[in-house]
């Protein structure tokens, strides 16, 4: 006979717990239940893909082994081993977190105290409450909702879903929470995926409605807003021009002078001059298409040799820049034009 949903629910940890057990990947943050190492994964994992956030993660443990390191790490240097992740208010946020934990004197250990933290919410909440503090907090994302609503065969909306199931999983959760909660998360990663799901290889077939990728049902997708970006790379005897951008997508962090608008050839001299730049060599341009996820630039970088250094700006060698500043990816594709093999 078939099951309803509720004892579906119920037997969710029989069916997961020994599945978890021998199908889990062996990945860093799964070393210890550290608070502070749950923190990081998970914050890490909110906008990256576990294979390049591996890499990051360990560098980042390896420099800031404690939350009391995070917290008084220079931002320079909390952007140089964020870079490459992308989205750096989470690393922003991370850190107000941080100082929010020793100010405290010890991290929360309660859900709604883990939730008051900067940059930390339902899911990021429930995920450190189960695995670092064995309390039966359900962290439902993106992918535990894909999980459910195929096996329940919901076609509701995916916001519904998520407060409903982490209602509904609460009172089935095992003692072993850390890993019912990692069971969830495992089994979309890589058996209940987006799409073509293994469903031969699931726990869950026998009661599974969907046992397909039919569901959840996808949005039709926006199209990104586009605009074009010049971009100028300032080559003066001091270095190549860095600042600091103001406003918008990646607001402080480092980038290349640059303009949100198609700058023509002809129109470079009065806008160099505009710039401080007296006279000027302006080399061959490269362009480049930057994705965000609801942005498009299509950039163009001019190689500007001058001998002009307006104070408005800092300057950087190449290899200064690779050590020490945190440039995003959406300049970095620039750096071989500011290498001096280039300038000549
Ligand atoms: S049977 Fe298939 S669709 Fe259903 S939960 Fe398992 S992997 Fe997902």
Known sequence: ???????????????????????????????????????????????????????????????????????????????????????????????????????????????????????????????IASIAFSLPAPAVDGNVVRVLSRLFGDEREQAVLRSEYTERLAPVYPPQTGDFTQSLMELGATVCTPRSPKCVLCPLFAHCRTKSDALPKRKAKTAKKKSDVTVYLLLTPKGVALERRKEGVLKGMWQFPNDERAVTEEELPARLAEMGIASFTILPPRTHRHVFTHLEWNMTAYPVKTDSAPPRFCYFSAEDIEKNAALPSAFRWCLPLVEEKNRR
């Open 1 to 127: 006979m078939l099951k309803t949903d509720p004892e579906i629910c119920a037997i969710l940890p029989e069916l997961l717990l020994p599945w978890y057990e021998k199908n889990k990947r062996d990945l860093p943050w799964r070393e210890n239940t550290d608070p502070y190492r749950v923190l990081v994964s998970e914050i890490m994992l909110q906008q990256t893909r576990v294979e390049a956030a591996k890499e990051h993660y360990l560098n980042f443990i390896a420099a800031l082994p404690t939350v009391e390191a995070l917290a008084a790490c220079p931002k320079d240097k909390l952007f140089k081993l964020w870079e490459g992740l992308g989205y750096y208010s989470r690393a922003e946020n991370l850190q107000k977190a941080a100082k929010q934990i020793v100010a405290a004197g010890g991290f929360p250990r309660t859900f709604e105290g883990l939730r008051a933290l900067s940059g930390v919410g339902v899911y990021t909440a429930g995920a």
